[in-house]
């Protein structure tokens, strides 16, 4: 494996409207890249988007790709019916029937994984203490960490059992800003000790059940006021690998929001992002950026023996990872069915029932 493919390894890539680009789909296809991920802009129809999707298969090397999706239900939502359609998280916490929560989770991963998709960044962690919250919001479970772990928990392995890898977000919490992070850094100023009681609790109780955890753009003065999670070794090092003993993937949120973007760039954002103990980095729709970083981390890896053992550690980790994520994709004259099951149609009339 060259520098190249070693940095690509650490990187999945969005990209705009239409046909993936030859590009994206050539880097895929030497490995090159991690995998790609889909936003509405992208999906069509569950056929149209299986055949996107399959074609972002063809030809790539070693363990499946990486392929993602924002599909947590309520407005955060990249796929619409006949995908099921979850009400906002909020909703399953007020209910409270962890059991349910499991069965949808199941399910939309069942669904997921038939259209070919392999990964979920989901379920949000975020434990919903601010009403003036402009991102988080009715995404989060709930106002109590024992809700948040309760459901949070539970969306996790129904989307395993359904056959997607779940991901956690936003490490270490990003339920308390009042700023969004796509469109400026959001700082939290509690202290260690309420850090540790409500943001951290959902992390720390579910960190072992989820092969993956994604990062918040957020300053937490009292972990490391000079920079936001995602870039802070002291965060990322050392809370979540050291002192919470976590030992899967850590994925970065988007580079080119602008809580990351407008202070360090897309490049240096993704330097700093390994540095920090970062494994694998979105780059949501600039393909040319997400090349430009993996470019960089290729070049940093060549001249510094430390950082190149750093992004092989991830590589390492996010190729473990997609081992574990084979292509379920049911083929193209099955799939309408697939969606139709009994239990889809028995979860949609229970979730009509409650609204």
């Known amino acids: 494996?060259?520098?190249?493919?070693?940095?690509?390894?650490?990187?999945?890539?969005?990209?705009?409207?239409?046909?993936?680009?030859?590009?994206?789909?050539?880097?895929?296809?030497?490995?090159?890249?991690?995998?790609?991920?889909?936003?509405?802009?992208?999906?069509?129809?569950?056929?149209?988007t299986a055949a996107a999707l399959a074609t972002l298969r063809e030809g790539a090397p070693g363990p499946t790709p990486l392929l993602c999706v924002d599909q947590e239900g309520g407005r955060v939502a990249r796929l619409g019916p006949p995908v099921l359609a979850l009400p906002p998280m909020r909703r399953l916490g007020e209910r409270d029937d962890p059991a349910l929560t499991r069965r949808l989770g199941a399910e939309?991963?069942?669904?997921?994984?038939?259209?070919?998709?392999?990964?979920?960044?989901?379920?949000?962690?975020?434990?919903?203490?601010?009403?003036?919250?402009?991102?988080?919001?009715?995404?989060?479970?709930?106002?109590s960490p024992e809700r948040v772990i309760r459901h949070g928990g539970a969306f996790a392995e129904?989307?395993?059992?359904?056959?997607?890898?779940?991901?956690?977000?936003?490490?270490?919490?990003?339920?308390?800003?009042?700023?969004?992070?796509?469109l400026a850094l959001p700082t939290l100023r509690h202290d260690a000790a309420r850090l540790e009681a409500v943001e951290l609790a959902p992390f720390r109780?579910?960190?072992?059940?989820?092969?993956?955890?994604?990062?918040?753009?957020?300053?937490?003065?009292?972990?490391?006021?000079?920079?936001?999670?995602?870039?802070?070794?002291?965060?990322?090092?050392?809370?979540?690998?050291?002192?919470?003993?976590?030992?899967?993937?850590?994925?970065?949120?988007?580079?080119?929001?602008?809580?990351?973007?407008?202070?360090?760039?897309v490049v240096e954002g993704a330097v700093a992002a390994i540095e920090a103990g970062c494994d694998l980095l979105l780059v949501c729709s600039d393909l040319d950026a997400c090349f430009q970083a993996r470019e960089a981390l290729a070049r940093r890896a060549d001249r510094d023996v430390a950082f190149r053992a750093r992004l092989e550690e991830a590589a390492g980790r996010v190729r473990a990872l997609r081992a574990k994520a084979p292509s379920r994709a049911v083929a193209p004259d099955a799939l309408e069915a697939t969606l139709a099951s009994d239990e889809a149609r028995a979860l949609e009339t229970l979730l009509e029932e409650a609204a």
Request: charged share 20%; hydrophobic share 45%; aromatic share 6%.
């Open 1 to 48: 494996m060259d520098l190249d493919q070693l940095a690509g390894q650490t990187l999945v890539a969005g990209y705009p409207a239409g046909p993936a680009p030859k590009a994206l789909r050539a880097a895929l296809a030497a490995d090159a890249l991690a995998g790609a991920i889909l936003f509405k802009r992208n999906v069509g129809t569950p056929a149209e």
């Open 158 to 182: 129904g989307l395993l059992t359904g056959g997607v890898l779940p991901c956690g977000k936003h490490f270490p919490g990003h339920g308390d800003t009042d700023l969004d992070s796509h």
């Open 205 to 265: 109780a579910l960190a072992a059940r989820l092969p993956a955890l994604m990062t918040a753009h957020v300053v937490y003065e009292a972990l490391d006021p000079a920079v936001p999670a995602t870039l802070s070794r002291a965060v990322v090092t050392g809370l979540l690998r050291e002192q919470l003993g976590y030992d899967g993937v850590v994925i970065s949120d988007d580079l080119e929001m602008k809580a990351v973007a407008e202070g360090w760039g």
């Open 108 to 143: 939309l991963g069942r669904q997921l994984a038939a259209i070919g998709f392999t990964m979920d960044f989901a379920p949000v962690l975020d434990v919903d203490t601010n009403p003036a919250n402009p991102v988080i919001g009715d995404r989060s479970f709930g106002r």
